[in-house]
């Protein structure tokens, strides 16, 4: 009979330690899966911290774009204006020049860049990046030192950063710089370069590039752009 009751009371303590350990066991294993949820969430809210950043970045560039563009593509109307108005003269007039010739050869080179550059800033403002980007590079290439040709890099550039063709928008924007380093494209191609290096995961030479903005050309949108690049970057 006691050996009975010692053997139920061996059995019962066996049994609740054994229910204590699984208790253990499952504690363990939740909490476990608590700390990994913690580290996902973590990581949730870093990317979607990062997202926004990234978001805010392209917006604020957008924004830069449109306002060059909408400012781009009413001067070019002013000048459409003011050509046919100049025809109309020309037309009504009675004088001639004595070699009928002379200036014909300059004035038709005049046209087709003048022609190459509008349909460029139509078909992007028609979001046609891709034949726009194919007009700007016959632009450079045919007129090298024409009217329009600075403006032509920076929207070619523009284009290429647009189209995540980062090393194209780089170069392009680099030759802007050495080949017109007077032009007034300057502060907007450095800013530009910026964000590229931070797409290139390069912050030295991004925070670099703003800051030389910053310094340089204090009073233009570029600098004010990039002083909200350097303030995202420390935060």
Not at 154 to 169: G, N
Not at 175 to 197: H, M, T
């Amino acid at each position: 009979m006691i050996k009975n009751l010692i053997l139920i009371i061996s059995l019962f303590t066996l049994s609740s330690l054994g229910l204590a350990q699984q208790k253990n066991e499952s504690f363990e294993i939740l909490l476990e899966k608590l700390i990994k949820l913690e580290e996902e969430i973590a990581n949730l809210s870093n990317s979607i911290d990062q997202n926004s950043y990234e978001l805010s970045r392209i917006e604020e560039a957008n924004q830069l774009r449109y306002i060059d563009l909408d400012k781009r593509i009413h001067q070019l109307e002013t000048l459409i204006l003011l050509s046919e108005a100049d025809s109309e003269v020309l037309e009504e007039s009675e004088t001639r020049d004595e070699n009928p010739l002379s200036g014909l050869t300059d004035n038709t080179e005049t046209e087709e860049e003048f022609a190459l550059w509008s349909n460029s800033l139509r078909l992007i403002e028609n979001s046609r990046y891709s034949e726009a980007a194919e007009n700007l590079r016959l632009l450079i290439m045919s007129y090298p030192e024409g009217e329009y040709v600075v403006d032509a890099y920076f929207y070619l550039a523009d284009i290429y950063l647009l189209q995540q063709m980062f090393q194209d928008s780089l170069e392009t924007f680099n030759s802007l710089l050495i080949n017109f380093p007077e032009n007034e494209r300057q502060p907007e191609s450095f800013y530009k370069i910026g964000l590229i290096f931070l797409e290139l995961e390069d912050q030295v030479k991004a925070i670099s590039n703003f800051n030389n903005v910053i310094q340089n050309y204090p009073d233009s949108t570029a600098a004010i752009l990039s002083e909200q690049e350097l303030v995202k970057l420390n935060n």
